[in-house]
């Protein structure tokens, strides 16, 4: 059944990891900032917003306010984020987590959980990189383009917020807490595109979850229900390059689906997560995604998805496979439901 669904999607063939990142950055995202000239992090311990102290999580983790300071082509920039380390010995299993929100902890980003659970979380809110909009002049944005304007592949916002995770795991791999081989970069919905897009561009990266992602992230576009190529674009022509926006509205006349992005991360691990309540985001699509992306890892002699023959329903949990896939009752949002599955996903093959 998987089979025949794909062959009705005509994708296009998988090609070398190289190529597939080439099309990816120069024909949707844009091409990623290139790395800082210099950094500097500037430290706060215990130093949380919204009312918290020094007796977090029961004294079980610290929580440090980090501001990277970075020079990139003699223009500087800065942005801050959180890391919340247990305190107990020995090296820790990390998230680089993607936040629309600054606050530690958050209803959706569980800190306390995590840290009993033996894992660090490092979080920053994407628009303390640049602004979610049009406006190409502030934040990185503006030290990036010279009156705001942009070519025709360069970074949009997504790879802009795709690079500020990779500066936050840079550093992270400059603690001896935590475990380099047993990291992960997360989001939901624009910022699960955005996690796709920082693990497919940085091998650092040993797991990747895109939570409910969708149109533009873990979902195909050929044959996708729900949000399209052509709506995202209208809407959101920010999110990506110029020439992504420009290119024809039917998806099949692009040179690639997303199923390159997920499989451009391999040989490392992918989750993807799904809502059965989410139609725009398309379960379906980001299921069959996750199972055309597995050719890359089977030509490594590696296993992808591991699933039976059919369609996943109703909690169904996929962990088996170096791509896993889960989907839960509910619609689009990002909750304990979708932090436990990872959990269990990076436990299983750690």
Not at 183 to 211: M, P
Not at 265 to 272: D, E, G, S, T, Y
Request: with cysteine; proline share 6%.
């Amino acid at each position: 059944m998987i089979r025949e669904l794909l062959t009705e999607r005509k994708l296009p063939a998988l090609k070398c990891r190289e190529e597939m990142l080439d099309l990816l950055q120069t024909k949707e995202y844009g091409i990623l900032p290139p790395k800082p000239d210099k950094t500097e992090w500037k430290v706060e311990k215990n130093a949380l917003p919204h009312g918290y102290c020094a007796e977090f999580c029961a004294g079980k983790g610290t929580v440090y306010r980090v501001t990277a300071e970075m020079t990139l082509g003699g223009k500087t920039f800065s942005f801050p984020f959180y890391a919340a380390i247990p305190n107990s010995e020995g090296k820790h299993p990390f998230f680089v987590s993607i936040n629309f929100h600054d606050a530690v902890p958050d209803i959706w980003m569980p800190t306390e959980e995590l840290i009993d659970n033996g894992f660090a979380v490092l979080s920053f809110c994407y628009t303390s990189v640049t602004s979610d909009n049009n406006d190409f002049t502030d934040g990185l944005a503006g030290v990036l383009y010279e009156d705001g304007k942009r070519g025709p592949a360069d970074a949009g916002k997504i790879a802009m917020w795709a690079w500020a995770a990779q500066r936050v795991l840079d550093y992270a791999l400059t603690l001896d807490a935590l475990d380099a081989d047993r990291c992960a970069v997360c989001g939901h919905s624009r910022l699960g595109k955005t996690a796709l897009l920082a693990a497919a561009t940085d091998e650092r990266f040993a797991f990747c979850y895109s939570n409910d992602s969708g149109c533009s992230g873990a979902a195909l576009s050929r044959g996708k229900n729900g949000e399209t190529k052509d709506r995202i674009c209208h809407v959101f022509p920010f999110w990506f390059c110029e020439d992504y926006c420009a290119a024809p509205a039917d998806p099949a006349e692009l040179p690639f689906d997303q199923h390159y992005l997920v499989a451009s991360i391999a040989p490392r691990f992918v989750l993807v997560g799904s809502a059965e309540d989410d139609g725009w985001a398309d379960p379906v699509s980001e299921f069959l995604s996750a199972a055309a992306a597995s050719e890359a890892y089977e030509a490594m002699g590696l296993t992808g998805l591991v699933c039976e023959d059919a369609l996943p329903t109703h909690d169904a949990f996929l962990p088996e496979g170096h791509i896993g896939y889960h989907i839960r009752p509910g619609s689009h949002y990002f909750g304990r439901t979708d932090w436990n599955r990872l959990i269990q996903f990076m436990n299983h093959h750690s």
